[in-house]
C-alpha cells in the first residue's frame, strides 16, 4: 500500500534528492500531493492518470496521497512524474517494490505514456550519485548526458508502458547511444568561433598584449576607445587563446549549463565559455532571478569562461550595478521564500566601451559636457576600479599589419597559467587576479631592484590598497608570460600602463 521511489529536483542550477512516497488507502477516491511541489507538479496527477490508463495500466479508485520528502525543499517541474507513476503501480502490486531498491527515476510524463526528457539531469543525476544510489532510469533523450556521472548504471526509459516491462525483466532495456560524448562534434555549431583568429588584426599592439595578459592571470579587461578601431574584433578573439576546460570544470560547466535549459546535446561542454548579452539585456537576465521560479542569469552560463560586455555604456546602470556583488563573491545570492539560492558565478568580465556617446573622444569629440558626464556616471566608478587591465585603443595605422596568431599567442597563455596553478596549488585559488589583496604583498614579492620603482608608481598615481594590489598581479601575470621568476621593474611598468586611468 506504500511504496517510496528516489527520484531529484533541481534547486536553483543544483540536484537535490527527493522520495517519492505514494500511499494508495481504501477511502473515498482522491489524488493529493503534499511537500511543496510547484504549480506544475500539483498539475501532475492529470498526467500521471492518462499515462497509466494510455499505457494499458490501471488508476486506482483509491485515496492516493503522494508525499514528496523532503518537506522543506520546493520542488519544482514535472520531473518526478515518473516516478510518482511507479510509485503508484509498486503501491497496487503491479510492479514488484523491489525492482526499485537503490534505483532512482528521473521523467516527465506524456498524456500516451511517453517519457519526457527532464532538464538539468546531469546535476539531478550527480546529487542521487553522491547520495550512494548507483541506479538511474532517465529519459531516453537524457541518458547519454546521465552516463557523464562516473560509476552510475544508466538505463534509458522511452514509454511508462515498456518501462514497467523492462523492470519486470519481461523485455530487453531500450538500447541508446552508449557515448555521444565521445563522438564527433554535431555539425549544428554554426557559431563560427572557431574561424577567428587574432592574426586578423591589424595593429592595436597594447589592446593585443592586453588581451593576452588578461588571458593569461584571469584579469578582468575593458577596452575603451572610438568606433570601428577593432575593439569588438579583438574582444571576441579572447576565447581563441584561453586554456580549455580541465574535466572537473567541464563536467561542473555542463551541470550548470543544463540544469539553466540550454541544449547540450549529452555531451560534455569543453570550451570555455563566452557569453556576449545584448546591452538591452535586463537585470535578471543578467545577473539570474526574475519573477517566478528563479533563473541563473548570463553571469552563471560565463561561469569558469567570459562574460563579454561590449557597448558597456550603453548598458543600464542598475544592470551594471547588479554585477558588482558577483564580480566580489563569485556568486549570486538571490533572497526568496522558503530558501535563498545561489548560482555560481565565477567569470571573467571583459568589456568594451566608446569613451562618450558620439564615440570620437579628444578633440575631434563633439558631446557637450552633460551628456559626457552622463555616460561616464553609467561607467560607475566602483564598477571600473575592478578592472584589472584597463586600455585605450587607437585606430590602426594604414602601415600596421596582421598581428601573430592565435595558436601562438595560445601557447604563451596556456604556459603562464601552468605556472600559475603550480605557485597556487596549496591555496583555494588558481590564478594572479585571485590572490587576496590583503596577501599581495607576500605572495608575489618584488624583485630587490623593483622596491624603487613600486613606490614611485604608488606615489606618481596616489594608488590605495587596492589599486596598488591590482597592478601587482598584473605585474606577476606579465612575469609568468615572461617565464621570470621574479616581478622586475619592467613588469610593473608593463602592469601600469595597463591600467591607465580610462576613460
Ligand atoms: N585593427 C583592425 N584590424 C583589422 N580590421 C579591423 C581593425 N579595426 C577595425 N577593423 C574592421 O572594422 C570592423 C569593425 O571593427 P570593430 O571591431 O567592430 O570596431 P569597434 O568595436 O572598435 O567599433 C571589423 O569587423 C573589421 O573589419
Ligand atoms: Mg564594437
Ligand atoms: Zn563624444
Given amino acids: 500500500m506504500l511504496a517510496a521511489v528516489h527520484s531529484a529536483t533541481l534547486v536553483g542550477v543544483d540536484g537535490q534528492p527527493v522520495t517519492v512516497e505514494v500511499h494508495v488507502s481504501a477511502g473515498l477516491p482522491?489524488?493529493?500531493?503534499?511537500?511543496?511541489?510547484?504549480?506544475?507538479?500539483?498539475?501532475?496527477?492529470?498526467?500521471?492518470?492518462?499515462?497509466?490508463?494510455?499505457?494499458?495500466?490501471?488508476?486506482?479508485?483509491?485515496?492516493?496521497?503522494?508525499?514528496?520528502?523532503p518537506g522543506g525543499v520546493r520542488k519544482s517541474g514535472s520531473g518526478l512524474e515518473l516516478a510518482v507513476a511507479l510509485g503508484v503501480l509498486a503501491a497496487t502490486d503491479e510492479l514488484p517494490a523491489a525492482v526499485l531498491d537503490g534505483a532512482a527515476v528521473l521523467g516527465e510524463l506524456g498524456l500516451d505514456g511517453t517519457v519526457r526528457p527532464v532538464p538539468g539531469t546531469l546535476a539531478l543525476v550527480d546529487a542521487l550519485a553522491r547520495l550512494g544510489i548507483d541506479r538511474v532510469v532517465v529519459p531516453i533523450a537524457n541518458a547519454s548526458e546521465a552516463a557523464l556521472v562516473r560509476d552510475v548504471d544508466v538505463r534509458a526509459a522511452r514509454s511508462l508502458g515498456e518501462l514497467r516491462s523492462c523492470l519486470k525483466e519481461e523485455k530487453e532495456w531500450p538500447t541508446w547511444c552508449a557515448n555521444a560524448a565521445v563522438g564527433p562534434p554535431p555539425p549544428t555549431d554554426t557559431s563560427g568561433d572557431e574561424l577567428l583568429d587574432l592574426q586578423d588584426v591589424r595593429g592595436l599592439a597594447v589592446a593585443r598584449n592586453a588581451l593576452e595578459v588578461a588571458a593569461a592571470g584571469n584579469h578582468h579587461l575593458v577596452l575603451v576607445g572610438p568606433p570601428g578601431t577593432g575593439k569588438t574584433m579583438l574582444a571576441q578573439r579572447m576565447?581563441?587563446?584561453?586554456?580549455?576546460?580541465?574535466?572537473?570544470?567541464?563536467l561542473e560547466v555542463t551541470r550548470?549549463?543544463?540544469?539553466?535549459?540550454?541544449?547540450?546535446?549529452g555531451r560534455l561542454v569543453e570550451a570555455r565559455p563566452f557569453r556576449a548579452p545584448h546591452h538591452t539585456a535586463s537585470t535578471p537576465a543578467l545577473v539570474g532571478g526574475g519573477s517566478g521560479r528563479p533563473r541563473p542569469g548570463e553571469v552563471t552560463l560565463a561561469h569558469r569562461g567570459v562574460l563579454f560586455l561590449d557597448e558597456l555604456g550603453e548598458f543600464a546602470p542598475s544592470a551594471l550595478d547588479a554585477l558588482r556583488q558577483p564580480l566580489e563573491e563569485r556568486v549570486v545570492r538571490i533572497a526568496r521564500q522558503p530558501v535563498s539560492l545561489t548560482f555560481p558565478a565565477a567569470f571573467q568580465l571583459v568589456a568594451c566601451t566608446n569613451p562618450c556617446p558620439c564615440g570620437l573622444g579628444e578633440p575631434a569629440c563633439r558631446c557637450?559636457?552633460?551628456?559626457?558626464?552622463?555616460?561616464?556616471?553609467?561607467?560607475?566608478?566602483?564598477?571600473?576600479?575592478?578592472?584589472?587591465?584597463?586600455?585605450?585603443?587607437?585606430?590602426?595605422?594604414?602601415?600596421?599589419?596582421?598581428?601573430?596568431?592565435?595558436?601562438?599567442?595560445?601557447?604563451?597563455?596556456?604556459?603562464?597559467?601552468?605556472?600559475?596553478?603550480?605557485?597556487?596549488?596549496?591555496?583555494?585559488w588558481?590564478?594572479?587576479?585571485?590572490?587576496?589583496?590583503?596577501?599581495?604583498?607576500?605572495?608575489?614579492?618584488?624583485?630587490?631592484?623593483a622596491e624603487g620603482t613600486w613606490r614611485e608608481l604608488i606615489d606618481d598615481r596616489l594608488l590605495t590598497g587596492r589599486g596598488a594590489a591590482r597592478i601587482r598581479r598584473v605585474a606577476r601575470t606579465v612575469a609568468d608570460l615572461e617565464g621570470a621568476g621574479e616581478v622586475t621593474a619592467a613588469h610593473l611598468e608593463n602592469a601600469a600602463m595597463l591600467r591607465s586611468d580610462v576613460p
Fill in 30 to 69: 482522491g489524488y493529493h500531493v503534499v511537500g511543496l511541489p510547484d504549480a506544475a507538479g500539483r498539475e501532475s496527477r492529470e498526467r500521471v492518470r492518462a499515462a497509466l490508463l494510455s499505457s494499458g495500466l490501471s488508476w486506482p479508485q483509491r485515496k492516493i496521497t503522494v508525499n514528496l520528502a
Fill in 239 to 250: 576565447s581563441t587563446i584561453l586554456p580549455p576546460l580541465g574535466h572537473g570544470e567541464a
Fill in 256 to 265: 550548470i549549463h543544463s540544469a539553466a535549459g540550454e541544449a547540450i546535446d
Fill in 368 to 428: 557637450s559636457e552633460s551628456q559626457r558626464g552622463r555616460y561616464l556616471r553609467r561607467l560607475s566608478a566602483p564598477l571600473l576600479d575592478r578592472f584589472d587591465v584597463r586600455v585605450t585603443v587607437t585606430a590602426p595605422e594604414p602601415r600596421d599589419v596582421a598581428g601573430e596568431s592565435s595558436a601562438d599567442v595560445r601557447v604563451r597563455v596556456a604556459t603562464a597559467v601552468a605556472r600559475q596553478r603550480l605557485r597556487y596549488a596549496d591555496w583555494p
Fill in 430 to 449: 588558481s590564478s594572479n587576479a585571485q590572490v587576496p589583496a590583503g596577501a599581495v604583498n607576500r605572495l608575489i614579492p618584488l624583485h630587490p631592484d
